[in-house]
């Protein structure tokens, strides 16, 4: 076999790993040696004390919501501390922080009057805090009445140092990618439930709400710009667990601008890059069950773009020595055609669910190229223009 003929197999296995192998991989272990299983609260039990902390910056279309969404619960209320911090907003969310904060005696809010992004305030709110349990929330993520007695139940076992919600999505359109997007985020929740139970070695929470032990819960670096994978490794290089629990729903707004997600996706992946060289001891452990899961589900797949020009062009190179190239160079170049056709469709109105995926797969793909090119030149704030809300339902 010749060193394009290498280059070529490496690169399609790794694609069908990241996105097909690895599940399957998981999917067995529990199938084999059964589920992790984890203690939990009793109805008899003393629930901990919890401390929520949410930034928000100008969130005035929601932020009521979400308030009410937090204290309409089934959890005890003397146990809930709400820490609101303000991004020095400029709409009319902090007026109505200050009313929300008269009729709730557990919500503290504090207006901070410089912009410096999420990271920043919830460093500090963290520093307020004094529940035994942090839950980390965004102004638009929507809680039900049994999200935080959910999230929080497993802390029972000592072993636990992170849970993740389930996030449902609503406001879904066949005009733009918000079923794609839902799609994928969709599976995502399904493969970190495969890791919950194989070995309890969740990669990285739903940024939008999770729950993590104070006493294990690390600063983020003021420059990053994904934060909850962040939070999420060092608690699991600690020794701890992370999972999640499929029955700690939470809700928000799915992304169905093309564009807007596209930039959001390129600040993600520059900040893939960023946990990529903190966290880049593990690339030398990947026997280990944190390691392996490391690089199977995230570190493969954010050199995706990679992997496919290296497949496309040592194809192209191989086309003439076998029929089996030949073929499997067609199916390459009628995949990537296939967002172009979706762009040209969409000019006329007429919008097909399978050209969509493939334009969101390449457009994914894309924005981790643009953003690892990003990364190389340094990130010195993570202060970034919010995500319009409502896009589905506009």
């Known amino acids: 076999m010749t060193f394009v003929e ?16 690895y599940p399957l991989v998981l999917y ?16 008899t039990d003393e629930l901990p004390a919890i401390s929520i902390l949410m930034a928000a910056y100008n969130e005035e ?33 902090n007026h109505i922080l200050e009313q929300y904060a008269l009729n709730y005696p557990g919500m503290k809010f504090t207006h901070f009057t410089q912009r410096q992004g999420k990271v920043s305030i919830i460093n500090q709110l963290s520093e307020l805090a004094e529940g035994e349990i942090l839950f980390i929330t965004d102004a638009n993520v929507l809680l039900e009445k049994n999200t935080l007695i959910e999230a929080v139940k497993y802390f029972a076992d000592e072993r636990i140092g992170l849970v993740d919600t389930h996030m449902k999505n609503y406001g879904l359109k066949k005009d733009g990618i918000s079923f794609q997007e839902k799609s994928y985020i969709s599976r995502e929740v399904y493969v970190k439930q495969l890791e919950s139970k194989a070995n309890g070695t969740m990669i990285g929470p739903f940024g939008g709400c999770y729950a993590v032990r104070r006493s294990h819960f690390q600063p983020v670096p003021s420059n990053f710009l994904v934060d909850d994978f962040f ?17 700690a729903f939470v809700f928000e707004d799915v992304s169905n601008n093309l564009g807007i997600e596209f930039r959001r996706k390129i600040r993600i992946a520059m900040g893939n890059f960023q946990n990529l060289m903190h966290f880049r001891s593990l690339l030398l452990k990947p026997f280990s069950a944190l ?30 020595q076998a029929s089996i190239y030949q073929l499997l160079l067609w199916l390459q170049l009628i995949v990537t055609f296939l967002p172009i056709a979706d762009f040209f469709l969409k000019k006329f109105g007429i919008h097909i669910v399978l050209l969509r995926f493939a334009t969101h797969f390449y457009t994914m793909n894309l924005s981790l190229f643009i953003g690892f090119i990003k990364s190389l030149k340094g990130v010195k704030s993570n202060v970034w223009k919010p995500t319009k809300r409502f896009q589905g339902s506009t």
Do not use: Q
């Not at 619960?73 to 009319?92: A, F, M, W």
């Open 6 to 21: 290498v280059i070529f197999w490496i690169s399609l296995w790794a694609m069908f790993h990241s996105y097909l192998g």
């Open 231 to 247: 939070v999420c490794m060092n608690v699991l290089k600690s020794g701890l667990k992370a999972i999640n629990n499929l029955k």
């Open 61 to 93: 279309l929601i932020i009521g919501k979400k308030i009410e969404s937090i204290f309409n619960t089934t959890y005890p209320l003397h146990k809930i501390e709400l820490l609101v911090g303000s991004d020095n907003s400029s709409d009319g969310t």
């Open 28 to 43: 067995l272990i529990v199938l084999i040696r059964g589920r992790k299983k984890y203690r939990s609260y009793s109805k």
């Open 291 to 320: 390691g392996f899961n490391y690089i199977s589900h995230k570190v493969i797949r954010w050199f995706g773009p990679f992997f496919l020009l290296a497949a496309l062009i040592s194809n192209l190179l191989l086309y003439p």
